[in-house]
């Protein structure tokens, strides 16, 4: 099992900027490929960021690509999403999600094993 808590979303302007965490806890962490996935009121899930084991090629949904960063650091078992630029269309319930594996790249919710609660992120016009 690995366990999974996201923090740092909140409200802020068009062009700002927040910074997601997501601690993990339980099974070794550097084992697992992260994720970030947000979900709109309405709307389905959707992929945001991807980030391997070793956190190379870190891999990113068109819309955010430029604006947001994923990176992780495996000493503290904390995966992080950047955001910067943020738009009113960035609004969403955001996630983190764990699968094992040290390799592939996978942009879909049913391909993660585990995830967080979500953190809210409000961007206002």
């Known amino acids: 099992q690995v366990q999974l808590v996201e923090s740092g979303g909140g409200l802020v302007q068009a062009g700002g900027s927040l910074r997601l965490s997501c601690a993990a806890s339980?099974?070794?962490?550097?084992?697992?490929?992260m994720a970030w996935f947000r979900q709109a009121q309405g709307k389905e899930r959707e992929f945001v960021a991807h980030?391997?084991?070793?956190?190379?090629?870190?891999y990113y949904a068109r819309d955010v690509k430029g604006r947001f960063t994923i990176s992780r650091d495996n000493a503290k078992n904390v995966v992080y999403l950047q955001m910067n630029s943020l738009k009113p269309e960035d609004t969403a319930v955001y996630y983190c999600?764990?699968?094992?594996?040290?390799?592939?790249?996978?942009?879909?919710?049913?391909?993660?094993?585990?995830w967080g609660q979500g953190t809210q992120v409000t961007v206002s016009s």
């Open positions: 999600a764990a699968r094992e594996g040290l390799s592939g790249l996978y942009t879909r919710p049913p391909n993660y094993t585990y």
């Open positions: 980030i391997s084991w070793a956190s190379d090629n870190p």
């Open positions: 339980g099974r070794t962490f550097s084992n697992h490929a």
